[in-house]
């Protein structure tokens, strides 16, 4: 655990998922401020919470898609959202996806190479943080994953 930038990890991150993007024929990018977004963490576990995040958004999203990682500062709260336009999730499930082992669709997921673990890991990490994930989402627009972490400054 130590002071890290967001930024530097969303940058991490988007760069490696660039081939997968690529492939399926899905804009991604990220969209940051010019100063530091810095949370005591482990710098492995952003990167796998991130990570996670931008996976599933590239896998639920159709070609011609845009998927979107911001970093952001609110007060003392660090905001990570991984905004994407593809398939969406149903109100009812909002809750549960972020169970282990949950998946919409199972047949899809499946298909998808998924075991529904993911989200899991992702709540998992924020709350080891101190922090909290939520999802917003329309079926057939599109999803957006945020994460908000505690900075660790004092006041
Ligand atoms: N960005 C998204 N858009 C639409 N549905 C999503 C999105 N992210 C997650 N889901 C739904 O939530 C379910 C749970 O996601 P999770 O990441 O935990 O599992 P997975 O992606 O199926 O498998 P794994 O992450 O273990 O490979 C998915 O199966 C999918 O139905
Ligand atoms: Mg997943």
């Known amino acids: 655990m130590q002071p890290t930038d967001l930024r530097k990890v969303v940058k991490d ?21 010019d100063t530091p977004v810095e949370v005591v963490a482990d710098r492995r576990d952003l990167n796998l919470m991130i990570s996670n995040l931008v996976d599933n958004a590239l896998k639920y999203t159709p070609q011609d898609g845009e998927v979107t ?14 905004r994407d336009t593809g398939i969406g ?25 998924g075991t529904g673990l993911g989200l899991s890991i ?8 101190g922090g909290r994930v939520s999802v917003e989402s329309l079926p057939g627009r599109g999803s957006t994953f945020r994460v ?8």
Request: net charge negative.
């Open 89 to 113: 999730i149903e109100p009812r499930d909002h809750d549960r996806i972020f169970e282990r082992f949950y998946r919409v669709d199972k047949a899809r997921s499946r298909e998808m190479g």
């Open 69 to 82: 990682v911001f970093a952001s500062l609110e007060e003392r709260t660090a905001i990570l959202e991984v």
């Open 148 to 155: 908000e972490l505690p900075t660790g400054e004092e006041g």
């Open 13 to 33: 991150v988007v760069v490696s998922f660039q081939p997968d993007a690529a492939r399926r024929g899905v804009n991604l990018k990220s969209e940051v401020p």
């Open 122 to 129: 992702v709540r998992n990490i924020a709350v080891s943080l």
